[in-house]
């Protein structure tokens, strides 16, 4: 079963800073792809970004950018320049595609606050 | 396009009562998804189909909840009874089965009281 960690429950950061949040994941498969979405106070789940485990290079999306360990199972999404709009819970998920397996698994979160 | 939609947003209900929530993918996903979120357990996948029919149900957490979609473009959720401790926010998710690698789109929610 693949299980995946975020340690930092709670974040906080001044307004136009950058921030780091981890993410840990546990899986014997090599083809996977990892997520990061974000949860705003409507709470719409948002896709932020998207890595294919295959690939090396580290996605990035705008100010988004995630670093991709894939030996150390370790995929942290990094936001430059934070604005007050991305204050939220982010969530890291997992995603195989065995058929029957097809199923998104979802970290505990981190919320994190942006403060003017 | 309209996204998933789900209804209602908000429910509050009696214990005993039975609760169905209703979901629309977009059209022309073919994978279906119910997520539920609650503070002490996060995010949890309760059951998915493909084509309709379901895949993996093991999620479901007892006899009481059960899922259904008679059709392409609707799913519903049922609990009966419910109970306080079924109270969370009920999350449906689309995705083509193609493009499952790309990730889900999610509906608003149906945030469920039991009381």
């Known amino acids: 079963a693949q299980t995946v960690t975020q340690s930092q429950p709670e974040m906080s950061v001044q307004e136009a800073e950058t921030v780091t949040l981890s993410c840990t994941y546990d899986?014997?498969?090599?083809?996977?792809?990892l997520f990061w979405y974000k949860q705003p106070p409507s709470r719409q789940m948002i896709l932020v970004i998207r890595?294919?485990?295959?690939?090396?290079q580290n996605a990035t999306e705008n100010r988004f950018s995630v670093n991709f360990q894939k030996a150390a199972k370790s995929f942290s999404l990094k936001i430059s320049d934070s604005q007050l709009g991305d204050t939220a819970m982010y969530f890291c998920?997992?995603?195989?595609?065995?058929?029957?397996?097809?199923?998104?698994?979802f970290g505990t979160g981190t919320r994190l606050t942006i403060i003017p | 396009d309209a996204g998933v939609i789900q209804s209602p947003r908000h429910e509050v209900t009696e214990m005993g009562q039975e609760v169905t929530l209703r979901c629309k993918p977009i059209?022309?996903?073919?994978?279906l998804f119910w997520y539920r979120q609650t503070m002490m357990r996060g995010l949890e996948l309760l059951i998915y189909?493909?084509?309709?029919?379901?895949?993996?149900d093991s999620g479901m957490p007892e006899d009481r909840f059960s899922a259904k979609m008679p059709n392409a473009s609707f799913s519903t959720l049922k609990i009966q009874p419910s109970e306080p401790r079924d109270s969370a926010v009920y999350f449906c998710?689309?995705?083509?089965?193609?493009?499952?690698?790309?990730?889900?789109?999610f509906g608003s929610g149906t945030r469920l009281t039991v009381v």
């Open positions: 998710a689309s995705s083509s089965a193609r493009f499952l690698p790309y990730g889900y789109t």
């Open positions: 899986t014997s498969e090599s083809n996977y792809y």
């Open positions: 890595q294919e485990a295959y690939k090396q």
């Open positions: 998920a997992f995603f195989i595609s065995n058929f029957g397996n097809e199923k998104l698994t």
């Open positions: 059209s022309g996903h073919n994978s």
């Open positions: 189909f493909n084509n309709n029919v379901p895949i993996d």
